[in-house]
C-alpha cells in the first residue's frame, strides 16, 4: 500500500497524526505530510482509518 498527502488539499487538522505518527507528520506550517510511501502491512489499517477519517480527504492510499 501507498500513501500520501495531498498539500493543496490538507487543512491541518491533525488527526492523521494523532491517529498514525509512524506515517505521519504535521510540518512546520502545520501541515501533513507522509514520512514513507510504502506502508508496512502492520499498519495499512491504521492508514486506511486515516484517510476516511481526515476531514478534507486529504489522504490518498493506493
Ligand atoms: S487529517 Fe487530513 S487535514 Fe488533517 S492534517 Fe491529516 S491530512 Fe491534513
Known amino acids: 500500500m501507498r500513501v500520501s498527502v495531498d498539500d493543496d488539499v ?3 487538522h491533525g488527526v492523521c497524526t494523532m491517529l498514525c505518527p509512524e506515517i505521519f507528520v504535521l510540518d ?3 501541515f501533513a ?5 510504502e506502508v508496512a502491512p502492520e499498519l495499512e489499517a ?3 482509518e486515516a484517510s476516511l ?3 478534507t480527504q486529504a489522504i490518498r492510499v493506493d
Open 10 to 12: 490538507c487543512a491541518g
Open 28 to 30: 512546520d506550517a502545520g
Open 33 to 37: 505530510r507522509a514520512v514513507v510511501e
Open 53 to 55: 477519517r481526515c476531514p
Open 46 to 48: 491504521i492508514a486506511r
